[in-house]
């Protein structure tokens, strides 16, 4: 039977809790392409992916034990550096979900252990090779693989199904879509969950309660599976309308080329035990759509911030661990200083966020920033083909009023009347 002390039981509710944030804060790449494309009402799309991630949860460890047997070394590792690593994780998660930014929630969680680890016991007790084997490389490869799969997938579909529009083509097509939709959460599952799966054994293995080199007890899947399944239940909308609708705009083809493509980078690296970033594998694909199809286009603008944030990730993740855990170290009540600052900082965050509600109700509002002078400069060049839906274009490219503004003080002048 595993013992607790109070520290490991604070780490355990902790670890779940980062659990529920990678929850919301990752629903957008299961389901941010289904919804804004309307193969699902937001709250059906939310509640599917939701089940899928408590199924996917079970289907593998092996992720799991490369955070918790490969990344840092074990020994030595007390279970106060896990709960500054967490700390760094969460409020990172919160302040990009905050702001609509689709960062790496695996990349957060990392960052943070590593500098909880340095500050704790140096820089030998992290394992190079395995972070830049089964962390960076990924992080590198994976969106650019997605991305150019999704690009030829798109390029395919529209090739092969070019002259088939109307509604039979597109009810086709989301069918599709959320069968993909629904193997992208499944995947999710069987990556994300396990990150917190790997922390919390490896707590477990620091304080003591099991051996070391054990894989994840039952109730620790369970108990993962069902945190961020809750967490992708609330959903995290802010993120779903940049994904589905900052990057690019959509079409149901797009929409099931991303996800199919995303879903099996995901599934293959959870099999090789790569902590993949889905967040970096989803945006590759959602971008490598809106270039793959002709007159589609990506926001450089919004991708660059997305760039800037996941290059931030790690370190920014890590300093604030490592700040955790030069406070933790302080004793008992440098552990409960950092607890409330958790709790404060998370309360003010979320406060922040009420200012300016987005939830399912208007998560596809057609809101997105304005086309850049990149999009527009390809959107001349490359016009957007005839038979795409119906005012996708005005939404991507508006265009330019070309009547005069009303004079202070004067009705504008009625429009003509229809010729026949």
Known sequence: MESFSLILAIVVVTALAFDFTNGFHDTANAMATTISTGALKPKVAVAMSA??????????????????????????????????????????????????????????????????????????????????????????AAPVVAGLAAMLATRLSYGIGGTAEGEATRKGYRAGQIASAGLVSLAHGTNDAQKTMGIITLALIAGGSIAPGSNPPVWVILSAGLAIALGTYIGGWRIIRTMGKGLTDLEPRQGFAAQTSAATAILASSHLGFSLSTTHVVSGSVMGTGLGRKGGVVRWSTATRMFVAWALTLPAAALVGAGAEAVTDLGDWGTAAVAVFLVAASAAIWKISRREVVDHTNVVADDAEPAGVVTTAIAAVIPPPAGTVAGEAAIAFPQQSTEPAPIAGHAPAAPPAATV
Not at 61 to 87: C, H, M, Q, Y
Not at 116 to 129: K, L, N, Q
């Open 51 to 140: 089940v899928l991630n408590l199924v996917g949860a079970f289907l593998s460890v092996e992720v799991a034990n490369t955070i918790s047997k490969g990344l840092v070394d074990e020994n030595g590792i007390r279970p106060e550096v896990i709960f500054a690593a967490l700390v760094g994780a969460i409020l990172w998660n919160l302040l990009t979900w905050l702001v609509g930014l689709p960062s790496s929630s695996s990349h957060a969680l990392m960052g943070g252990l590593i500098g909880a680890t340095v500050a704790s016991a140096g820089f030998g007790a992290v394992h190079g090779d395995v972070l830049v084997t089964k962390v960076l490389l990924p992080a590198v």
